[in-house]
């Protein structure tokens, strides 16, 4: 994957240039949806906790 201009994380949610270190933040979406962004944050969390822990 290449690194957008803008984005400061990669897909696994490192911060470019600094891999040892991770940030699970809603502002990596896109867009912001129009319903629970409560449910959306806790499923991107509970998704980059499972590819850390393995």
Known sequence: M???AMSVLDRQGH???MLSFRMIITSIMPFILMGNLNATTIMMTEKMAAQICG
Request: net charge neutral; proline share 0%.
């Open 15 to 17: 911060i470019h240039d």
């Open 2 to 4: 290449t690194k957008a």
